[in-house]
């Protein structure tokens, strides 16, 4: 298995499952996606989203605050422009708490 970059390793979040929701829009509907990188000279998550769609976002918290969380925690991205909520959280090793990736 091909190792991940030294920026994706570096961050808890990434290949973790999650839903976002706008928190700017009335509706606030959440949409499902995967954390897939980590760029770490500009400090942002890129999520990729089920229709394809992907969008980077401003982590608000350095990464030891994310090596507490767990699933259905959630955390504000984009100076709390959006809530992230953890769906499966990808643990060390390639698991996630429920033991699946």
């Not at 991940?4 to 499952?17: E, F, K, N």
């Not at 229709?51 to 401003?58: F, G, L, T, V």
Request: aromatic content about 10%; hydrophobic content about 40%; proline content about 3%.
């Amino acid at each position: 298995m091909k190792s991940l970059p030294s920026d994706d390793a570096a961050h808890p979040m990434v290949g973790s499952i999650v839903k976002v929701a706008d928190l700017k829009t009335k509706a606030k509907t959440f949409y499902s996606g995967s954390i897939m990188k980590f760029d770490s000279t500009k400090n942002k998550l890129l999520v990729s989203y089920e229709d394809e769609d992907k969008a980077w976002y401003n982590v608000d918290n350095n990464p030891a605050f994310f090596t507490q969380l767990k699933n259905d925690d959630s955390f504000a991205v984009e100076g709390g422009k959006f809530k992230v909520k953890i769906v499966t959280l990808l643990e060390a090793g390639g698991l996630g708490e429920d033991g699946l990736r």
